[in-house]
């Protein structure tokens, strides 16, 4: 860590300053510039000193140069990490696909949308039980009763499932039905609901906060390995920028980005990302490219009549499954596998 | 409500559409442009028929004319709404400074910052028991027992008390000892705890996300409402955009905007909203000047020792106090009032 | 076009508005609502009518159905322009890639960059003469002279050129030696540079403003366009978020979104969209399989020491070759022709 | 300066990079952390030293610490910068309010506005002649002929005139006219512009470009003031975020931010900072109480008839002149001064 002074900091300031430092058990070095001195933090310093630094009178701008987050730094834990789920793995050569409509609405639409993912090759299936909604009157989800629905279609089509939770009081009922737990972009900062997640080993997938930097991504997730849950993956669902056409701009750097500064798997929502079917599939075959280790893509039977609204991002079925096929050819070339043909049998 | 077709959209499609909207008992009302045909919907539509209209295919844009939130608007209640609490007015002619430290952090400090808050003439001692914080090895507040030391300050001094509540388990517990429930910018769409404080009477102050459009706010202030409590304020707290030398950018517009739109108290912090000490003096200022009905600001007794590091952000207890002397003088230029001599007694 | 009253407008005023409409030789038709008014505008209106409806008090919204730039949108013009340069065709089946540094230096520095980029399979050599830089104190191009070294080198490898041009004063100049311009980011509404550019015949490369939405790219295009010049190309470089990360956010669904919305060629730059050398190979990729017409990539043989500091985005020659390597792989599978062996031959 | 290597940076590798810097003259001072080193730069070095140490590989980050900028910075130049003309101060005690259409349109429309401004007790007249508009078929200004019109009014009221100048070529005759000349949000990047500006000294108000950070503003102000011109004034004008109800986010921080980096006045804008007619009043107050030098404002006679469609944003003449009556209330509470009925006479 580096503390700068501001232009006109006196000598003496600047002494007050490194006893201050010192008293914290570390060791300042100060370099004095023509204009600014430069106060060089050595040791292992408490997680507060930066921000003590920041507020003292005569310090203009503190550097950090480790990163707060150790567990999920790449830094410190060089090699990928592979989540196990009942056979399928998430962040190894295999690329994953979780398909499924935006929220489970019947039985009968989240078996049909199950069938239809399995026949395509795809791993997972997606599906929302409590949904989160700008406004109040907006369809909220089914509730327990969908974790039931899909959970069975799950089962009878030997797909995992994940599903999303929304606050702390839910998260055992959800990991008793779901076998991933998603975190929403709007939640990525509930920090109580992040940290249940950290008491338990079912893994969970963390959407990046519209508005999160990587940085506070990281540390986000950092919350729930902290807490003692190694697996978790990272997703990138598109971020909110001056432009209105997409719903959201979907920032596939953060892919390499992601991979290079973490060894946490990711997975990229190009649904949400741009919020128009027609972008879905130019920016599946865009992640891909990126190097992400999976995608989460919504389809619907039925994208006309969906619930929630979010058809106008879901693919039609026929979509979907040509998409997969195209995602086959091109994974190989791009490190990765992905076989439409063979069976994934859930162990 | 409007739809308005693609390009291309054939007379045969729009039949369509227009059988799918009147199927939900409202009328639809077909203007044939020369490139594109627009549909007005006319009647009381289901809140999810936007959603479901922007997903047919055909259908290129849905204009929504009526707004999404019904009980925070001012369409519907022309009058201000003004929240009584203890015989402290805040939405009315008075002008209301809510003061104190982030966090709390010991019984003497939290009382000596009350006793200056009280001296300059403010009516609320603010101050964080838990605390959101973007990495997990931070200070996390001192829980329940800051919820204590603060009541007895508060009450001790004469002033109310503002607390921030972070999940719906702990809604109880800070409305048995906080005057004001605070939802922090990382909540503002955790829709359990908005829920949640739907269902108690204790006011509420609601921190706009810091990705939030004025929409999204006034849905999250629907959300409480519509659960049945009507003492809502809102806060503007600052925005995230690219300028990075502030710590947020206090989009001071949203004041005059959210007292147009609604009939809400509108609360300025302008020490989120900037990060930065020298400047809260002049955006607190205009802030009143854009026309706040009150302010929440940062003020510790030791900012370089503070435990969150925001002591960068406060004011120390002279600047404090001589602020509150030029709001004195300003708010009888900006139709409010404020007097720094006259003790606020509490009922 | 569409016109929405606000909440309480009279019956009076709405006549009003109607017969403003009228007088400017369209036709209004209104559709009242349970709230609000809707008054469609049909007919030819000029293009000021939406903003002096917007204007008009009693007018809450104007909702623009027709697109206001017309030869830059694919409505109009349904089938993709192909811009033919000496042999070289951008915009259609084949893959074009622009590679080179950022600022011309030395004869022998382009010299030798423009032998690597035709030997790795490239079509066009990019390089400054003339550097739009933030501070006046920076390294600044070396003018003229570049564009003189630039052409010697692409006339001698067999290379198309691009260079950028800030100012209407130097366009003829540059399109002396230059085969394509291009107009940089900071210039996407220098609206008399766009209007010069208008009156020649050469190809021009239009950045996207770094805070500029689709509408006003395609609008900016749209005066070279009207202009006369029809050989425009759109380039997506990144947009500016929030993140500080990556230099830029590389916006990719523009490229899809582009090609949907227009019929022009459409470029990505990876080096400027990411800013940092170790994503420039993956985001190329991924610009690839978004649908990009072609790439623009900096390359150096010495980037340790460029002389404007982009050397931390420019490949390293032995990178830039195994990338197009890959693109020859990747392209056929997204709809594209790239071959690495084939040398172009100019005409 | 300083420079952070990447974590696994070898010895080797960091004496390499020591002495890359020493041989630019300057002295590199090492300090080795737990987990990267820092190297400081001291000495002059030249600007472009940041950039090439960015890009060499082992360094993970560079911090400037000294500014880029040098003239615009309050650092070197404590003393606040006033700029007379004509007997008008700008910067200094003195409020300055600038009034007038966004566009000149006839010489009775702006022989009329001037009349208003100068009687309402503004000391500047503000008028487009040549206007940068979004797309190519809106109205575009009128040309030299406005900029004739306008010098007529001032004079004949006795009122500065402000006008925006778009292109290097249209210098000389802008200045041959206004007295100030406007260098518009679209061009604040606009190098030869700048470059042109600084060779003359007709005062000019720059407006930060609308997604520009502080320093990239001050940088371009640096351009004007390196070229020789010292009277350069700063506006803010309003800065694009995700808020699209208001037509710019009006970025009041930048005022208090701007006064302290730098000692050139500082001017807001509130018709272009919002957008909206009913804004404007509030964000004009808080614009003074924040410590702007001065206001430029929109007013219009006919505002639902003006030819930009700005009408939208201008005050109507009464609510202008009451205005500036309440700033003549609110001004000493703010260390300014302002008198509507202070004749002032021009010199």
Redesign the interface.
Known sequence: M?A?TS?NTTDERIQEIVQ?IEKQGVTA?V??????T?I?I???AD??L???L????GVE?V?K??K??KLASR?FHPADTVIKIKGVEIGGEQLVVMGGPCAVETPEQIDEIARLVKAAGGQVLRGGAFK????????QGVGVEGLIMMAEAGKKHGLLTITEV????YVDVCAEYADILQVGT??M?????L?KLGTIQTPVLLKRG??S????FL?AA??IL??GNPNVMLCERG????????RN?????A???LK?LSHLPVISDPSH??GRR??VV??T???????ADGLIIEMHTD??????????Q?LFPDQFAKLLV?LE??AP??GKKFDTQKETILV
Chains 1, 2, 3, 4 share one sequence.
């Open positions: 580096i700068i232009h201050f070095h370099s004095k510039g023509e204009d600014r430069v060089g050595i040791g292992q997680p507060k930066a921000e003590q920041r507020q003292l009178s701008q550097v140069i480790s707060s987050y830094d989160p909604r700008t406004g109040p009157y907006s369809f929304m606050t702390p009081e709007r939640n900062q509930n920090f109580d609901l940290r519209f508005s930097t990587y940085d506070e540390n950092e919350y902290a807490g971020i909110r920028t001056f432009e209105t056409y997409t701009t979907l920032d596939l750097s892919i390499p980005v290079q990302g741009t027609e972008l130019p920016m075959k865009a992640s891909v490219a990126a190097g994208p006309d009549n969906s619930m929630t609204g979010d058809g106008v879901s195209d050819k091109l070339l791009l």
